[in-house]
Protein backbone atom coordinates (compact mmCIF):
# COMPACT_ATOMS: atom_id res chain seq x y z
CA UNK A 1 0.00 0.00 0.00
CA UNK A 2 1.13 3.65 -0.78
CA UNK A 3 1.43 6.02 1.59
CA UNK A 4 -0.37 9.54 1.40
CA UNK A 5 2.34 12.11 0.78
CA UNK A 6 2.39 15.35 2.80
CA UNK A 7 1.02 18.03 0.80
CA UNK A 8 4.72 19.72 0.77
CA UNK A 9 6.05 16.17 -0.46
CA UNK A 10 2.99 16.33 -2.90
CA UNK A 11 4.56 18.64 -5.30
CA UNK A 12 7.92 17.07 -5.08
CA UNK A 13 6.37 13.52 -6.06
CA UNK A 14 4.17 15.08 -9.04
CA UNK A 15 7.68 16.66 -10.09
CA UNK A 16 9.44 13.65 -10.18
CA UNK A 17 6.69 11.32 -11.51
CA UNK A 18 6.19 13.84 -14.30
CA UNK A 19 9.87 13.88 -15.08
CA UNK A 20 10.44 10.09 -15.07
CA UNK A 21 7.03 9.84 -17.39
CA UNK A 22 8.59 12.21 -19.92
CA UNK A 23 11.50 10.33 -19.86
CA UNK A 24 9.90 6.93 -20.75
CA UNK A 25 7.67 8.10 -22.85
CA UNK A 26 10.73 9.67 -24.62
CA UNK A 27 12.95 6.19 -24.41
CA UNK A 28 12.14 4.12 -27.19
CA UNK A 29 13.90 1.28 -28.86
CA UNK A 30 16.06 2.63 -31.73
CA UNK A 31 15.18 -0.71 -33.78
CA UNK A 32 11.92 -2.93 -33.46
CA UNK A 33 12.40 -5.44 -30.40
CA UNK A 34 12.56 -9.04 -30.61
CA UNK A 35 8.98 -10.70 -31.96
CA UNK A 36 7.01 -11.84 -29.42
CA UNK A 37 7.42 -15.59 -31.74
CA UNK A 38 10.99 -15.20 -32.01
CA UNK A 39 11.51 -14.89 -28.37
CA UNK A 40 8.82 -17.72 -27.62
CA UNK A 41 10.30 -20.15 -30.40
CA UNK A 42 13.68 -19.40 -28.71
CA UNK A 43 12.98 -20.07 -24.86
CA UNK A 44 11.36 -23.27 -26.43
CA UNK A 45 14.13 -24.77 -27.85
CA UNK A 46 16.34 -24.13 -25.07
CA UNK A 47 13.64 -25.97 -23.24
CA UNK A 48 14.31 -28.67 -25.22
CA UNK A 49 17.82 -28.61 -24.62
CA UNK A 50 18.28 -28.10 -21.01
CA UNK A 51 15.61 -30.47 -19.97
CA UNK A 52 16.52 -32.43 -16.84
CA UNK A 53 18.60 -35.31 -18.71
CA UNK A 54 17.30 -37.78 -16.21
CA UNK A 55 13.61 -36.66 -17.52
CA UNK A 56 14.60 -37.17 -21.25
CA UNK A 57 16.27 -40.63 -20.35
CA UNK A 58 13.13 -41.98 -18.06
CA UNK A 59 11.22 -41.44 -21.15
CA UNK A 60 13.62 -43.33 -23.73
CA UNK A 61 14.23 -45.60 -21.59
CA UNK A 62 11.03 -46.59 -20.27
CA UNK A 63 9.68 -49.39 -22.89
CA UNK A 64 13.65 -50.88 -21.94
CA UNK A 65 12.13 -50.98 -18.30
CA UNK A 66 8.50 -52.73 -18.81
CA UNK A 67 10.35 -55.28 -21.23
CA UNK A 68 12.99 -55.91 -18.24
CA UNK A 69 10.24 -56.31 -15.42
CA UNK A 70 8.03 -58.89 -17.68
CA UNK A 71 11.51 -60.79 -18.72
CA UNK A 72 12.13 -61.08 -14.89
CA UNK A 73 8.59 -62.76 -14.37
CA UNK A 74 8.20 -64.40 -17.27
CA UNK A 75 11.75 -66.37 -16.11
CA UNK A 76 10.52 -66.18 -12.06
CA UNK A 77 7.29 -68.15 -13.25
CA UNK A 78 9.35 -70.97 -15.18
CA UNK A 79 11.80 -71.35 -12.64
CA UNK A 80 9.26 -72.23 -10.35
CA UNK A 81 7.05 -74.48 -12.72
CA UNK A 82 10.43 -75.93 -13.58
CA UNK A 83 11.31 -76.78 -9.92
CA UNK A 84 7.61 -77.75 -8.58
CA UNK A 85 7.64 -80.48 -11.41
CA UNK A 86 11.43 -81.58 -11.06
CA UNK A 87 12.59 -80.72 -7.43
CA UNK A 88 11.26 -84.43 -6.72
CA UNK A 89 13.06 -86.34 -8.82
CA UNK A 90 16.06 -84.00 -8.70
CA UNK A 91 15.98 -83.75 -4.95
CA UNK A 92 15.21 -87.36 -3.84
CA UNK A 93 18.61 -88.28 -3.41
CA UNK A 94 19.22 -85.18 -1.49
CA UNK A 95 16.33 -85.91 0.89
CA UNK A 96 17.40 -89.72 1.49
CA UNK A 97 20.59 -88.21 2.68
CA UNK A 98 19.05 -85.49 5.09
CA UNK A 99 16.48 -85.36 7.73
CA UNK A 100 14.66 -81.82 6.14
CA UNK A 101 11.58 -83.83 5.54
CA UNK A 102 10.24 -84.20 2.31
CA UNK A 103 12.09 -83.38 -0.80
CA UNK A 104 8.88 -80.80 -1.47
CA UNK A 105 10.32 -79.19 1.83
CA UNK A 106 13.69 -79.05 0.37
CA UNK A 107 12.93 -77.20 -2.86
CA UNK A 108 11.05 -74.90 -0.96
CA UNK A 109 13.31 -73.79 1.38
CA UNK A 110 15.99 -73.54 -1.74
CA UNK A 111 13.53 -71.57 -3.63
CA UNK A 112 12.53 -69.11 -0.63
CA UNK A 113 16.04 -66.93 -0.95
CA UNK A 114 15.31 -66.97 -4.80
CA UNK A 115 12.44 -65.30 -4.52
CA UNK A 116 13.22 -63.13 -1.84
CA UNK A 117 15.95 -61.70 -3.63
CA UNK A 118 14.32 -61.57 -6.90
CA UNK A 119 11.29 -59.78 -5.16
CA UNK A 120 13.77 -57.20 -3.40
CA UNK A 121 15.61 -56.48 -7.01
CA UNK A 122 12.07 -55.91 -8.86
CA UNK A 123 11.15 -53.30 -5.34
CA UNK A 124 14.44 -51.65 -5.83
CA UNK A 125 14.16 -51.52 -9.80
CA UNK A 126 11.01 -49.40 -9.50
CA UNK A 127 12.21 -47.05 -6.85
CA UNK A 128 14.88 -46.12 -9.32
CA UNK B 1 -3.37 -21.36 -34.36
CA UNK B 2 -1.52 -21.17 -30.90
CA UNK B 3 1.73 -23.62 -31.47
CA UNK B 4 1.68 -24.81 -27.59
CA UNK B 5 4.80 -26.26 -26.43
CA UNK B 6 5.41 -29.65 -25.85
CA UNK B 7 4.38 -31.91 -22.81
CA UNK B 8 5.64 -29.91 -18.90
CA UNK B 9 6.91 -27.16 -21.43
CA UNK B 10 6.31 -23.38 -21.39
CA UNK B 11 4.45 -21.38 -18.97
CA UNK B 12 2.18 -19.81 -21.95
CA UNK B 13 1.26 -20.66 -25.30
CA UNK B 14 2.20 -18.81 -28.48
CA UNK B 15 -0.74 -16.44 -28.40
CA UNK B 16 -0.80 -15.66 -24.56
CA UNK B 17 2.65 -14.97 -24.75
CA UNK B 18 2.12 -12.42 -27.89
CA UNK B 19 -0.37 -10.89 -25.73
CA UNK B 20 1.73 -10.46 -22.72
CA UNK B 21 4.93 -9.48 -24.83
CA UNK B 22 3.09 -6.41 -26.61
CA UNK B 23 1.70 -5.48 -23.04
CA UNK B 24 5.44 -5.52 -21.60
CA UNK B 25 8.30 -5.49 -24.34
CA UNK B 26 8.16 -1.44 -24.83
CA UNK B 27 7.92 -0.50 -21.36
CA UNK B 28 10.54 -2.93 -20.11
CA UNK B 29 12.81 -1.96 -22.64
CA UNK B 30 12.64 1.67 -21.05
CA UNK B 31 13.02 0.42 -18.05
CA UNK B 32 16.67 -1.43 -18.21
CA UNK B 33 17.38 1.10 -20.72
CA UNK B 34 17.05 3.53 -18.38
CA UNK B 35 18.65 1.25 -15.33
CA UNK B 36 21.44 0.25 -17.42
CA UNK B 37 22.18 3.37 -19.52
CA UNK B 38 23.24 1.31 -22.74
CA UNK B 39 20.49 0.12 -25.27
CA UNK B 40 22.20 -2.79 -26.24
CA UNK B 41 22.47 -4.18 -22.97
CA UNK B 42 18.44 -3.40 -22.30
CA UNK B 43 17.85 -5.52 -25.50
CA UNK B 44 19.87 -8.17 -24.66
CA UNK B 45 18.87 -8.37 -20.93
CA UNK B 46 14.97 -8.36 -22.39
CA UNK B 47 15.26 -11.40 -24.52
CA UNK B 48 17.26 -13.00 -21.77
CA UNK B 49 14.21 -11.98 -19.15
CA UNK B 50 11.61 -13.32 -21.39
CA UNK B 51 13.35 -16.40 -22.35
CA UNK B 52 13.94 -16.91 -18.79
CA UNK B 53 10.29 -15.88 -17.25
CA UNK B 54 8.73 -17.91 -20.41
CA UNK B 55 10.49 -21.16 -18.46
CA UNK B 56 9.28 -20.39 -15.05
CA UNK B 57 6.23 -18.46 -14.80
CA UNK B 58 3.07 -20.02 -13.32
CA UNK B 59 0.22 -20.09 -15.97
CA UNK B 60 -2.35 -19.69 -13.16
CA UNK B 61 -0.92 -15.68 -11.70
CA UNK B 62 -2.69 -12.81 -12.42
CA UNK B 63 -1.37 -10.46 -15.40
CA UNK B 64 -0.34 -8.12 -12.38
CA UNK B 65 1.88 -10.76 -11.19
CA UNK B 66 3.30 -11.89 -14.29
CA UNK B 67 4.41 -8.42 -15.06
CA UNK B 68 5.85 -8.14 -11.39
CA UNK B 69 7.57 -11.36 -12.07
CA UNK B 70 9.10 -10.36 -15.46
CA UNK B 71 10.65 -7.53 -14.01
CA UNK B 72 12.24 -9.44 -11.03
CA UNK B 73 13.77 -11.51 -13.70
CA UNK B 74 14.74 -8.31 -15.61
CA UNK B 75 16.10 -6.69 -12.49
CA UNK B 76 18.20 -9.82 -11.02
CA UNK B 77 19.78 -10.38 -14.89
CA UNK B 78 21.15 -6.62 -14.70
CA UNK B 79 22.73 -7.04 -11.50
CA UNK B 80 23.83 -10.07 -12.11
CA UNK B 81 25.60 -8.54 -15.27
CA UNK B 82 26.60 -5.72 -13.41
CA UNK B 83 28.38 -8.01 -10.97
CA UNK B 84 29.96 -9.69 -13.82
CA UNK B 85 31.19 -6.59 -15.71
CA UNK B 86 32.84 -5.39 -12.16
CA UNK B 87 34.59 -8.39 -12.13
CA UNK B 88 35.87 -8.28 -15.86
CA UNK B 89 36.35 -4.71 -16.01
CA UNK B 90 36.53 -1.94 -13.98
CA UNK B 91 34.00 -1.76 -11.40
CA UNK B 92 30.10 -0.55 -11.23
CA UNK B 93 31.51 2.98 -9.82
CA UNK B 94 33.43 4.23 -12.62
CA UNK B 95 31.09 2.56 -15.47
CA UNK B 96 28.16 5.04 -13.64
CA UNK B 97 30.64 7.60 -13.50
CA UNK B 98 31.12 7.05 -17.29
CA UNK B 99 27.34 7.12 -17.95
CA UNK B 100 26.99 10.42 -15.71
CA UNK B 101 29.68 12.03 -17.82
CA UNK B 102 28.21 10.78 -21.52
CA UNK B 103 24.74 12.45 -19.94
CA UNK B 104 26.45 15.77 -19.07
CA UNK B 105 28.51 16.08 -22.31
CA UNK B 106 25.57 16.25 -24.43
CA UNK B 107 23.24 18.11 -22.03
CA UNK B 108 21.29 20.13 -24.81
CA UNK B 109 17.66 19.47 -24.63
CA UNK B 110 15.58 18.72 -22.34
CA UNK B 111 15.43 15.10 -22.68
CA UNK B 112 18.88 15.12 -21.88
CA UNK B 113 18.27 16.85 -18.51
CA UNK B 114 15.87 14.57 -17.72
CA UNK B 115 18.27 11.99 -18.91
CA UNK B 116 21.34 13.01 -16.96
CA UNK B 117 19.62 13.74 -13.96
CA UNK B 118 18.43 10.06 -13.92
CA UNK B 119 21.87 9.07 -14.16
CA UNK B 120 22.80 10.85 -11.17
CA UNK B 121 21.22 8.46 -9.01
CA UNK B 122 22.34 5.00 -7.72
CA UNK B 123 21.08 2.22 -9.94
CA UNK B 124 18.88 0.73 -7.10
CA UNK B 125 16.94 4.15 -6.43
CA UNK B 126 16.59 4.59 -10.40
CA UNK B 127 15.04 1.41 -9.99
CA UNK B 128 12.29 1.99 -7.38
CA UNK B 129 11.36 5.24 -8.72
CA UNK B 130 10.93 4.28 -12.31
CA UNK B 131 8.96 1.01 -10.68
CA UNK B 132 6.85 4.10 -8.35
CA UNK B 133 6.29 6.27 -10.90
CA UNK B 134 6.67 4.77 -14.65
CA UNK B 135 5.30 1.09 -13.75
CA UNK B 136 3.09 1.94 -10.92
CA UNK B 137 3.69 -0.32 -8.98
CA UNK B 138 3.29 -0.77 -4.73
CA UNK B 139 5.66 -0.81 -2.45
CA UNK B 140 5.27 -4.35 -1.57
CA UNK B 141 5.31 -5.17 -5.74
CA UNK B 142 8.86 -3.16 -5.57
CA UNK B 143 10.02 -4.59 -2.58
CA UNK B 144 9.89 -8.25 -4.28
CA UNK B 145 10.92 -7.19 -7.69
CA UNK B 146 14.55 -5.23 -6.27
CA UNK B 147 15.04 -8.29 -3.67
CA UNK B 148 14.46 -5.67 -0.54
CA UNK B 149 12.13 -5.63 2.67
CA UNK B 150 8.85 -3.47 2.11
CA UNK B 151 9.91 -0.89 4.89
CA UNK B 152 12.95 -0.01 3.35
CA UNK B 153 11.33 0.92 0.00
CA UNK B 154 9.88 3.41 1.83
CA UNK B 155 12.70 4.64 2.82
CA UNK B 156 14.42 4.63 -0.31
CA UNK B 157 12.16 6.00 -2.43
CA UNK B 158 11.46 8.76 -0.33
CA UNK B 159 15.86 9.19 -0.26
CA UNK B 160 16.32 8.93 -4.43
CA UNK B 161 12.66 11.33 -4.82
CA UNK B 162 14.48 13.67 -2.87
CA UNK B 163 17.59 13.60 -4.31
CA UNK B 164 16.11 13.37 -7.95
CA UNK B 165 13.76 16.62 -7.16
CA UNK B 166 16.96 18.13 -6.00
CA UNK B 167 18.83 17.25 -8.87
CA UNK B 168 15.98 18.71 -11.28
CA UNK B 169 15.60 21.75 -9.41
CA UNK B 170 19.27 22.64 -9.98
CA UNK B 171 18.80 21.79 -13.32
CA UNK B 172 16.18 23.96 -13.89
CA UNK B 173 17.99 26.66 -12.11
CA UNK B 174 21.18 26.06 -14.46
CA UNK B 175 18.87 26.61 -17.57
Known sequence: MREVPRPDERDEELQVAGALRQLAAETRPPHPLPTAGQLWWRAEVIRRLVEKPDQAAGRELRPARWGEVTGITFALVMLLGFFSLQAPAVLEPLWQRMVLGGPRTVAILGLVPLVATSLMGLLLARRN | ?175
Open chain 2, 1 to 175: VARKSLEGGLGLDEQQFERFHAATATGLWAYLRRLGGDPALAEDILQESYVKFLGRVDPSSGEREKRAYLYRIATNLLHDRWRRDRRETMGLSSLLRRWQERGRDTDTSLRMDLESAFNRLEPRERAILWLAYVEGYEHREIADIVGVKEGSVRVMLFRARKKASLVLDRQEVKS
